[in-house]
């Protein structure tokens, strides 16, 4: 639930108008904080010049959001998502601004690196999105070292059917404080399309508590709901490099056959322990390392099909 609240232009920003949805979510009334300051909602990890500064940015109708921590009436830390726009109201002379707040959906940094199952990739939250972190499974998946991909951009998982506007759209909303998943197409080293469930999880910085990266976490994507044989066209291979594939520079094994990660380079293996609580309404668990394998054919029977790639000697 969004609470709204109007805020004096000057500092120390008392609180002129309020409705009921910071009862939900920081535990104080309407009646408790009308005529108090916003500093109220400030503890030891709030930046109070960027607080202040977003307000002043905003008095000059020029609305913005940050990302920032509050305080409930118990001392409990909450990472918060708020919005600040001129507020005008029926007298000329009832001028603030409003202030619209929401719980964001953030991870600590601590928690995105957390030893756990599953592939992950820790991407930076400005574009290119260059990849900062992969754990062992997320090699497994694309067919690559983690040598092979940090430091390059997201992009290089793009293939010929990747939704781009999606994926960018998915990254927007993290950066924002949001939550993000949705089924989309990537590609392998081996130029292979993968359909995969993506989750795209807000991650604050320690320090700043601004979010700076995004966390991806990819599961394989749930069969089609429809019965009747799904008329998907056949696997894709890229014929020639685009988007800045992975074939344009690696020649790893094909996904049945997934590449070892470079003996020379440490594969930091972490997971994030609220990904667990964000899918608690998962039926099936996500699979441990070592468990991926290329999705399969989705054709129909009726067509024909390649031949078996031979086994690595």
Request: proline fraction near 9%; charge should be negative.
């Amino acid at each position: 639930m969004v609470a709204k609240v109007v805020v004096s232009l000057q500092a120390p920003h008392l609180i002129l108008l309020s409705d009921g949805g910071l009862e939900s979510l920081l535990s104080f009334s309407t009646e408790e904080v009308i005529g108090r300051s916003i500093k109220l909602f400030h503890g030891p990890r709030t930046d109070s010049n960027k607080f202040h500064s977003a307000i002043k940015y905003a008095a000059f109708n020029k609305q913005n959001n940050i990302h920032t921590v509050l305080y409930n009436r118990f001392g409990d830390s909450k990472c918060a998502i708020m919005g600040l726009s001129l507020y005008q109201g029926s007298d000329s002379s009832d001028c603030g601004v409003l202030l619209e707040i929401d719980i964001s959906d953030a991870i600590s940094l601590q928690e995105s690196i957390r030893d756990g199952a599953g592939a992950r990739a820790l991407v930076h939250c400005q574009a290119p999105n260059n990849v900062r972190i992969v754990n062992h499974s997320f090699c497994q998946v694309f067919g690559v070292s983690d040598a092979q991909i940090v430091g390059r951009s997201l992009k290089a998982l793009y293939g010929p059917s990747t939704d781009f506007t999606r994926i960018s759209e998915m990254l927007n909303n993290a950066g924002n404080g949001r939550l993000s998943r949705d089924v989309v197409s990537l590609c392998s080293s081996s130029c292979q399309e993968l359909m995969l469930d993506v989750t795209v999880f807000p991650v604050a910085d320690d320090a700043t508590d601004s979010i700076e990266h995004v966390l991806l976490l990819f599961e394989p994507a749930p069969p089609p709901f429809d019965h009747e044989a799904p008329s998907f066209p056949p696997p894709h291979s890229c014929g020639q490099p685009s988007h800045g594939c992975l074939a344009s520079d690696f020649t790893t094994a094909p996904c049945s056959h997934p590449a070892e990660p470079h003996p020379g380079a440490g594969v930091f293996d972490y997971a994030m322990g609220a990904a667990h609580h964000h899918h608690h309404h998962h039926a099936h668990a996500p699979p441990s390392p070592g468990a991926w394998s290329p999705m399969p054919d989705p054709r129909p029977p009726h067509l024909p099909s390649h031949p078996p790639t031979a086994e690595h000697s």
